[in-house]
């Protein structure tokens, strides 16, 4: 299939925020998505009150009660209607502002996934045990897919009918590696953009914590011992899938 752009009018975005317990991040966070965007709020079972905060402040809210991080970025994506969808962390470790390259890089036909490697600001931004087990992650992925990323990190932006056209099945937390694995099988051109990284707001549900890291090493290798799916293909004929562009 021959590369295609996509429109640039800024009401064909769609923002996918994974939501839980998220209220002091929140006002932050939904300030910062480009004008004309619309903010996808999943809520994943908070009990702070990030729901009612999110609708205040002009999100759309979805709810989704099955708990998981991979679980609530997919109910964002089916919820989604633009022709793009970005994903973004709700916690304000991530500049969801930033979103407007990544989209601008999509529409011009410059790569079909846009993924955000996160560079660390300010002490604590991310914990040596969570960079550990990323790098491990990423060595692993070059060898399934021969893609030379650096970070599996959740900001990433891609057209909503290929992203649905992976059927991803993981809904903890090797969802965002089986997009990319996918995509990879799929033949898809995936870009790798630096991005700042800093300290989130609130309490970490994974990377914070040896258990909840070594519970995503364990969801996400599982994923890559997966046998190749063939998603949709939306590169260029001839495209090759390895190597980040």
């Not at 009401?11 to 903010?39: K, M």
């Not at 009612?52 to 998981?68: D, F, K, M, N, Y």
């Not at 992925?141 to 057209?159: C, E, I, N, Q, S």
């Not at 949709?232 to 090759?240: E, R, T, Y």
Request: overall charge positive; charged content about 20%; some cysteine.
């Amino acid at each position: 299939m021959t590369a295609h752009s996509v429109s640039t009018d800024p009401t064909t975005v769609d923002v996918v925020l994974p939501c839980l317990n998220e209220a002091e991040a929140l006002p932050w966070v939904l300030a910062r998505i480009p004008a004309g965007w619309r903010a996808l709020v999943v809520d994943n079972g908070s009990t702070d009150g990030s729901a009612e905060i999110a609708r205040s402040l002009g999100a759309t809210v979805v709810t989704e009660s099955r708990r998981g991080f991979g679980a609530a970025c997919h109910a964002g994506l089916l919820a989604a209607e633009a022709e793009v969808v970005c994903f973004c962390d709700c916690d304000a470790s991530l500049d969801p502002g930033l979103l407007a390259g990544f989209v601008a890089s999509v529409a011009a036909g410059e790569a079909d996934l846009i993924l955000g490697r996160r560079r660390p600001r300010g002490r604590g931004a991310w914990p040596l045990h969570a960079r550990a087990g990323n790098l491990a992650l990423a060595r692993l992925l070059r060898r399934r897919t021969g893609l030379t990323l650096r970070d599996l990190g959740p900001m990433r932006a891609g057209r909503r009918a290929e992203l649905l056209g992976l059927e991803l099945s993981d809904r903890r937390s090797g969802y965002p590696l089986q997009m990319v694995v996918r995509a990879a099988d799929a033949g898809w051109r995936v870009r790798e953009v630096d991005v700042p990284y800093v300290p989130r707001s609130g309490k970490s549900k994974v990377t914070g914590t040896w258990r909840g890291t070594w519970q995503a090493v364990h969801d996400m290798s599982k994923v890559l011992a997966q046998p190749p799916v063939a998603g949709p293909s939306v590169g260029a004929p001839g495209a090759p899938a390895g190597g980040a562009r």
